[in-house]
């Protein structure tokens, strides 16, 4: 026992200094457990002001609940009436199980790092290190650097499709105006006024979409989340109450197509699947990680729900005359035009939420090189500079 050495014993003094390291060391493995459910103190310090299960879902629909949704009804069409539901469902699961590996790996790794949490690059780089081949393990960083770019990559890509989005529906609904009127019980061809290019339309937006950028707080973005999921929402509901009365005979319709148009529904069912950028930073943000996969069982459910019941219907009410975007099936009414409205709100709000997991990526790393005297312009010129990359 090193109680019993004298202090003047040279054996004794390292018995002692061993024994007062030892809880330090059995502490640090007990507040480790994190995937065995029980608390970890670094995690719960670092989260202290993390967002709550609430928040979280809302962000995970909102990332999920974008424009794809808008053709879905042409995608069914692609596939067939059985066979578009059925592929839906299946994406929708296998979206559901890899998000689950996802976090679940990424939990392995925090417990056995003794980390608070770890992004996509260090997941997949520990990931690779942990790998029984060596090539794999030797080069594990390069793992970190590709899986970097493709996010960015893929969530800029995003931030391009809705601001092109935003620019097309509002130059729609200004070239319309004239033809707009209050009954919605015909849909007649109206004739557009041609006003000015789309990408002036952008421009316009460009101050705003800065504005939205400044914000990089996940609890302050779920305001903005909540505000698009309801004006989505509403718009859905709109368009849901339309398509859903008086639906002709289906009886015609083809429950399997070929391979051929079979493709094309898989790229625009893909396309609306958007969240795996954010499935990460969500569950790095929450104040108790432990009910996040309870959180995204229950919105890739909704999700997945939302699309197919949306994606039938909108295929069953116009059936062939079904349009790359529903709303172009709409009647030019105002009622309708609404929804274009609407949506182009949910969408500005949305811009900042998908923009958010780019420039987790890019900016920290910046401005980690520079002095922190520079490090706010820098910041405000990369968000700056990012947005005006995606209106081009």
Request: glycine share 6%; charged share 15%; net charge positive.
């Amino acid at each position: 026992m090193p109680g019993t050495k004298h202090a003047g014993d040279p054996q004794g003094v390292v018995d002692l200094k061993l024994d007062l390291r030892s809880p330090l060391k059995s502490a640090k493995n007990k507040n480790s457990g994190f995937l065995d459910g029980s608390p970890s103190e670094l995690p719960l310090l670092e989260k202290t002001n993390g967002i709550t299960a609430f928040q979280a879902l809302i962000h995970l629909v909102k990332c999920n609940m974008g424009t794809g949704i808008l053709g879905l009804p042409l995608a069914v069409k692609n596939a067939g009436l059985l066979l578009g539901p059925l592929s839906l469902l299946a994406m929708g699961l296998i979206t559901w199980h890899c998000m689950h590996i996802l976090v679940r790996c990424a939990q392995r790794f925090c417990h056995r790092l003794n980390k608070p949490f770890l992004d996509y690059g260090d997941t997949v780089m520990h990931g690779l290190e942990a790998s029984p081949n060596t090539w794999l393990r030797d080069h594990a960083h390069w793992g970190r650097h590709m899986v970097s770019f493709f996010l960015i990559f893929t969530q800029m890509g995003f931030c391009c499709v809705y601001i092109v989005f935003l620019a097309d529906n509002l130059k729609q609904v200004v070239e319309a105006v004239n033809g707009t009127s209050s009954n919605c019980h015909y849909n007649e061809t109206v004739i557009l006024t041609p006003t000015v290019d789309s990408r002036l339309y952008m421009l316009g937006f460009l101050p705003i979409l800065m504005l939205l950028v400044l914000f990089g707080n996940l609890r302050i973005l779920s305001i903005f989340s909540m505000l698009a999921n309801i004006s989505m929402l509403v718009s859905l509901i709109i368009i849901a109450q339309y398509i859903a009365k008086d639906i002709p005979d289906p009886s015609q319709l083809p429950l399997v197509t070929s391979w051929k148009p079979y493709s094309l529904f898989f790229g625009t069912a893909v396309f609306s699947f958007e969240s795996i950028g954010l499935v990460l930073p969500l569950e790095n943000k929450m104040k108790d990680t432990r009910r996040f996969q309870a959180i995204l069982s229950l919105g890739m459910a909704i999700i997945t729900a939302l699309y197919i019941g949306f994606g039938v219907l909108g295929y069953l009410q116009f059936q062939n005359d079904i349009k790359a975007s529903i709303t172009l099936n709409l009647p030019n009414c105002w009622l309708y035009q609404s929804v274009k409205l609407l949506y182009i709100a949910g969408i500005l709000f949305s811009y900042a939420l998908q923009f958010y997991v780019p420039a987790e990526i890019i900016i920290p790393s910046a401005i980690s090189r520079v002095s922190k005297r520079w490090a706010l312009l820098l910041d405000l010129s990369i968000r700056f500079t990012m947005v005006c990359l995606t209106c081009e």
